[in-house]
């Protein structure tokens, strides 16, 4: 059975790099608008039977209030997944990964480096797809796929609108 991962970066270079990773596994990646109402959607997609296996949220978007986010599923019996990520800090201090783990993430994850792009990706990659109970991972995919995102890629990469779209008809059906 395909796995299903939700992704909710800001417009940018993160998003690039977590949509790139976990298509390079053949994963089945949604990257969904940071303006999505996700509360209303995964509750939609709850009655449709239809979540996804796993949702990374970035941090950043404070107007999702990715904590409380994950109270929210927990309380709701969602049984998914919700891995955060911070998108701006390069490390992740034992408090703060400590605390979000006692508000119902899966976990929390520093930014994938540009200098570090290889090692963190698969850093990273092979924390999500545990959180998926895939055991092996295609590393030459990995690798040509990041080999892809030069170091002069556009910083405003934008979601994809087709996943827009997507999304929108596994709602309304």
Request: glycine residues 4%.
């Amino acid at each position: 059975m395909e796995k299903f991962v939700v992704i909710v970066f800001p417009n940018g270079l993160q998003g690039h790099i977590w949509s790139t990773i976990l298509r390079s596994q053949q994963l089945s990646v949604i990257w969904e608008s940071p303006d999505v109402l996700l509360p209303h959607t995964l509750k939609a997609l709850q009655q449709q039977q239809t979540l996804p296996d796993l949702l990374i949220l970035d941090t950043r978007l404070h107007h999702l209030q990715p904590l409380q986010l994950c109270r929210w599923s927990q309380k709701h019996n969602l049984n998914i997944e919700i891995l955060l990520v911070n998108g701006m800090q390069p490390h992740i201090l034992a408090a703060e990964r400590k605390w979000a783990l006692s508000q119902g993430a899966a976990d929390l994850l520093p930014r994938i480096s540009q200098k570090s792009l290889i090692s963190g990706a698969a850093t990273n990659l092979r924390k999500a797809l545990d959180l998926l109970e895939v055991l092996h991972y295609d590393q030459h995919a990995l690798i040509r796929s990041l080999l892809r995102i030069s170091p002069n890629s556009p910083r405003k990469a934008r979601y994809p609108k087709a996943d827009e779209m997507v999304m929108q008809r596994m709602i309304s059906g």
